[in-house]
């Protein structure tokens, strides 16, 4: 038993070097490294800017600076049109708010970075996030079927779930997507519900 946890350890400590090491070393067709906020990402991306920059979540100042490629117009108040939800940027926030401290500390030693809060640093280090949350994916998911149908499936349908998918493009070039996050709350609801569905108590379905 203590042999097979540790090479289960072993197994998804392996997957997480061999995705950062993807995340900051493929190229994409663009020939860029990393996460880039573009289409749907874009527009998940700026409610992060437009928070921390502006104190806002208004977008004009954005879609004017850096463009609006969906053409959203204006709501009823007259602010910027914004359809898609804030749950991923309230996801990716704490690596958008290391990107900010880590973009000071290299200004403070001279090196050139925007601190605008939509240059490649941030982004890249702000998407990173997706590929994180992929991996916990792979983690729960594993854990829910571990539960249901034993260790003997769990560690090849996990496998399966991460190469034969498109998980791996949406943790990598594809991570200003919110399918990654999606990922890792699907499977962790599932992996809680397979825990608890013996024992509910009403904290547990509060929390569920």
């Not at 998804?12 to 070393?25: D, Q, R």
């Not at 880039?36 to 879609?63: C, P, T, V, W």
């Not at 240059?119 to 571990?146: C, D, E, N, P």
Request: overall charge neutral; charged content about 15%; hydrophobic content about 50%.
């Amino acid at each position: 038993m203590g042999k097979e946890n540790a090479r289960q350890k072993w197994f998804f400590g392996i997957l997480l070097i061999i995705g950062s090491v993807a995340y900051f070393n493929l190229h994409d067709q663009e020939q860029q490294v990393g996460g880039i906020a573009h289409l749907d990402g874009y527009y998940y991306y700026i409610y992060l800017r437009s928070l921390q920059m502006d104190g806002d979540i208004d977008f004009k100042n954005e879609y004017e600076k850096w463009g609006n490629p969906f053409e959203f117009g204006e709501t009823a108040t007259g602010k910027a049109r914004n359809i898609f939800g804030v749950g991923p940027a309230l996801l990716w926030s704490p690596f958008f708010l290391l990107s900010i401290a880590l973009a000071k500390i290299g200004q403070a030693f001279d090196f050139v970075i925007s601190n605008d809060g939509l240059s490649r640093f941030h982004q890249i280090i702000t998407f990173y996030g997706s590929m994180l949350y992929g991996w916990l994916g792979l983690i729960f998911s594993f854990a829910f079927v571990k539960r249901l149908n034993g260790k003997s499936f769990a560690l090849w349908a996990v496998l399966g779930a991460a190469l034969a998918g498109p998980l791996p493009y949406y943790c990598l070039s594809g991570s200003s997507y919110s399918h990654a996050q999606a990922t890792m709350a699907v499977s962790l609801m599932l992996w809680l519900w397979a825990r608890w569905r013996e024992d509910w108590t009403v904290r547990r379905w509060i929390a569920f």
